[in-house]
């Protein structure tokens, strides 16, 4: 039958993938809003930690390993001097004082790093070096304060035990132990650890790639003039970059986003290739210009929601793009964007980098005066923490309750967390706050 004369098979219709969902968010509260903690979980329940990759040890500082670390050396490798001395055995010592001091010979000399010119002989002494081998046959470092120094015979003047300024094969690490666990957040004592053992790589979790993104028409750059009276200094890109930078991040503060939906989308297109999280500022109230709520629907699935908590009521989180990379979309007002931050992204990024403590660690504290407070919600007030002269910690207020008061919230150094049934805490009553430690 001719090519052309056969039977056309209907073309069979392409199915449209479903598009991807966000899991079902938390129901709201009586107040018809989502209580801090619901949205919190429900975050840290959409991402993952970032996958682990090798990295060298002194880029690995303030990273969580991804496996146990296994010495394959003792430490000390093998028994050495911990003074400048001379190695003797204690035996030939033990009646050595300053009336009556104990002469030996000194039949060599044991620098760091070398081995020993020959083992000791009972009755002779062995010039030696901190950190270097214990020759054979000695079982004890007479330090130089206790002797003459002598050359070719040597004074002790005083009598030791067997040991003394001795430091004995693995008493600090014994190989094949466990030194570091999967899930330790390396310092810099850690990479001295590491590197005593001979480790120059480990897995660890990378630093999350954050970058920030502030919106809105009336914003200007810090360092050039404003032009108008309706136009403020950026602030809020600066003090979220920070505080990721703070927290162990690797931040990418992008400029300035005006209004524009076009260009919003572009911008944020533009970063997915480099983020692990997003977070921008602005544009998620009910507004007319709020364009942040309007433009992400399109970009991929999105939550907006308000908070039962003062400030930063309006919240939005979403999974953006091919990748479905995390976004977090908070309020515009300065103390509403960095009390998000440390309730929702402080933790996120911690998950992220594999962390496993997301939240601060709460401390009491007690009212130095009265604090009023809005019921049904949770407030976020600014508050200094400071210990009392009894070693108590005395809590009071950096400044009011505004969402735009920066100078109180940067002389502030707690945040004071006062629950949703709190009316009014009275002086001398006891108050839960989260320390602002810039610690990571």
């Not at 129901?27 to 090798?54: K, Q």
């Not at 620098?111 to 079982?139: N, Q, R, V, Y």
């Not at 007690?366 to 508050?383: E, N, V, W, Y």
């Amino acid at each position: 039958m001719p090519l052309f004369g056969r039977k056309r098979v209907k073309d069979q219709p392409v199915e449209e993938p479903e598009p991807f969902r966000l899991p079902e968010p938390p129901a709201p509260g009586p107040g018809g809003m989502r209580s801090v903690v619901d949205h919190r979980d429900y975050l840290l329940s959409c991402i993952e930690p970032l996958p682990p990759f090798g990295q060298q040890i002194l880029d690995a500082v303030g990273l969580t390993l991804c496996e146990d670390v296994v010495s394959a050396i003792s430490l000390p490798r093998f028994d050495n001097s911990s003074m400048d001395g001379y190695a003797v055995r204690a035996q030939d010592i033990h009646l050595a004082s300053v009336a009556s001091p104990t002469s030996l010979p000194v039949v060599g000399e044991v620098p760091a790093g070398a081995p020993a010119p020959h083992s000791l002989s009972p009755g002779t002494a062995m010039k030696i070096m901190t950190g270097a081998m214990l020759p054979e046959g000695a079982d004890t470092v007479v330090p130089y304060e206790a002797t003459d120094r002598g050359e070719q015979d040597v004074r002790i003047v005083e009598a030791l035990d067997p040991g003394s300024n001795v430091r004995r094969v693995g008493e600090d690490i014994n190989e094949g132990e466990v030194v570091l666990r999967a899930g330790d957040r390396l310092a810099s004592r850690s990479i001295g650890l590491l590197a005593g053992i001979g480790i120059d790589k480990v897995m660890v979790r990378p630093r999350p790639r954050v970058v920030v993104i502030s919106t809105g028409d009336e914003l200007t750059e810090p360092g050039f003039v404003l032009q108008g009276d309706q136009k403020i200094y950026d602030s809020n890109s600066y003090m979220l970059a920070a505080a990721a930078k703070a927290a162990g991040a690797q931040v990418f503060r992008v400029g300035l986003v005006p209004d524009d939906p076009e260009r919003l989308k572009q911008v944020i297109n533009d970063q997915l290739v480099r983020a692990d999280l997003i977070l921008t500022t602005g544009g998620v109230s009910q507004g007319d210009y709020d364009i942040v709520k309007q433009v992400l629907p399109e970009l991929g699935a999105t939550d907006f929601t308000t908070v039962a908590m003062q400030p930063g009521k309006p919240q939005g989180f979403g999974l953006i793009g091919d990748d479905q990379t995390p976004i977090i979309m908070m309020p515009g007002n300065p103390v509403s964007a960095f009390v998000s931050f440390e309730a929702f992204v402080r933790p996120v990024l911690r998950k992220l980098a594999g962390v496993d403590s997301y939240l601060r660690r709460p401390v009491i504290a007690t009212a130095a005066r009265g604090i009023s407070s809005i019921p049904d919600k949770l407030q976020f007030a600014r508050g200094v923490v400071a210990e009392g002269d009894n070693g108590e910690l005395i809590a009071d207020l950096a400044s009011g309750h505004g969402s735009h008061l920066l100078g109180g919230l940067a002389g502030a150094n707690a945040l004071l967390l006062l629950g949703e049934d709190t009316e009014f805490v009275a002086a001398g009553d006891q108050v839960e706050a989260w320390l602002l430690l810039e610690d990571g």
